[in-house]
């Protein structure tokens, strides 16, 4: 399995530092706005790297950041003259909502503004490694000259032609220094330092959140290619600094921009499209398809025509999943394929090595999709004709493994349908309210008789001051 290392600019072997964990970062988004279709490409890039991850035996723990405080943020609510926490949680709201939509679960999502302790025990700690210092104001900036890999991911060499964070040029000692911590200023959210009172640099959140959750080296960093620079190149420097370890992180892993009309979809060009506005015309499996139509490495165009073909293809996956099932449910056991149908059995193996070899090679969804439509395509020329329970078992046991890296098709594989689920809890809840108003008017006769049937089924109540709750019983 081979990943292409944006660190090395080339493909490497996938190997863990210590198999077979795998130690995950994935930078998300600075909630600000709606989650819109950029968001999209990262959310599903980083879930289909988990996925397939775990379908090749990896044990994954996926940490993606909730960036909750931040210049956009803080003007925002100033604009709309609301709380800076408010615009915050209604945004993260909002992409928590996309990432269920999209069927991305990342294994936890830590907030900026609930690590700013640890964010400041960092920050001491680089002050006394030597390499921050503190300016007049009270803000803390990273000393780039003192870290002489600077510039090893992006391959920007230190120099006068270029500068960051240009409204603080005349309290750094060099242009092209970052801050750490940034001191307040009047109107804004700050917290208590031993610098005075201010709030966090971008940077250094990343760097704190990620070793927390991960430790002080990790396996994989990934996020848009915009992100490069500067943000992961600083992100190296105070980490590498901070622990001495290098590489702080082995594999570094950018997915393309998404495009609009051949432009790069930003809020300043006006052509965002946000998913709240986009899944009221198109299914999140069908966004989800589409993004795994392009490498990931790749620009991304948009457009609602391109889109209108990956929900065709949809369709067509949830009717072979339907054949597959109806073939498996209702033939009988084979005890004996032909000539032919041993040609279709080796030809879904061979669609499966296929696949493997495609996602194998740096994640190679596009490719990884032609296998999956080549699947489909022996299902409605081959396998339904035949109505052979043991080709349709095999096509299914690949569907399966296919979509536990696409993730489109779950409701369709369950054995229990989610509308099903749905019908099902609702019926128990609304029982429990039945035995509730028999136990408001002391009919406890009524209500233990309720609380032992379902037990019979099960399904457990229990009682208290709040209310009643109800678990399943696995038996």
Known sequence: MRIHNTLSKRLEVFEPLEPPFVKMYYCGPTVYDYTHVGHARAIVVADIIKRYLTLRGYDVFLVQNITDIDDKIIKRAIEEGRSWRDVADEFTKDYFEALKALN???????????????????????????????AKSGSVYFDVEKFIDYGKLSGRVKGPDWRQEEEYLSEKKSPYDFALWKAAKPGE???????????????????????????????????????????????????????GKK??????IHHGMVTINKEKMSKSLGNIVTLRELFKRVKPEVV???????????????SYDVLEQYSRLFERLVRATQILRHIIKEESECTYLSDEELKVMREIRRIRSEFYSAMDNDFNTPQALRALTK??????????????????????????EFNHVFGVLDRYLSETPEEIT????????????????????????????????????????????????WVIKIK
């Open 247 to 252: 590489p702080w992180v082995r594999y570094w």
């Open 189 to 243: 959210p700050w917290w208590e330092s031993p610098w005075g009172k201010g709030r966090p640099g971008w940077h250094i959140e990343c760097s704190v959140m990620s070793s927390k959750y991960l430790g002080p080296q990790f396996d994989i960093h990934g996020g848009g290619q915009d992100l490069i620079f500067p943000h992961h190149e600083n992100e190296i420097a105070q980490s590498e600094a901070f622990f």
């Open 288 to 302: 989800r398809l589409w993004v795994l139509s392009a490498h990931y490495r790749s620009t991304q165009e948009f």
């Open 375 to 400: 699947l489909i395509s022996l299902v409605f020329k081959e396998i339904e004709p035949k109505s052979s329970k043991t080709l349709a078992l095999k096509a299914y046991g690949a569907l399966m």
């Open 104 to 134: 991305a679960n990342p294994d936890i999502h830590p907030r900026v503004s609930d690590h700013i302790d640890d964010i400041i025990k960092f920050i001491e700690g680089l002050i006394e490694k030597g390499y921050a210092y503190v």
């Open 422 to 469: 749905k019908l099902v809890y609702g019926l128990i809840n609304l029982i429990v309210k039945i035995r509730q108003k028999h136990r408001k008017i002391k009919d406890y006769e009524t209500a233990d008789w309720i609380r032992a049937e379902l037990l019979k089924l099960g399904i457990q109540l229990m009682d208290s001051k709040e209310g009643t709750k």
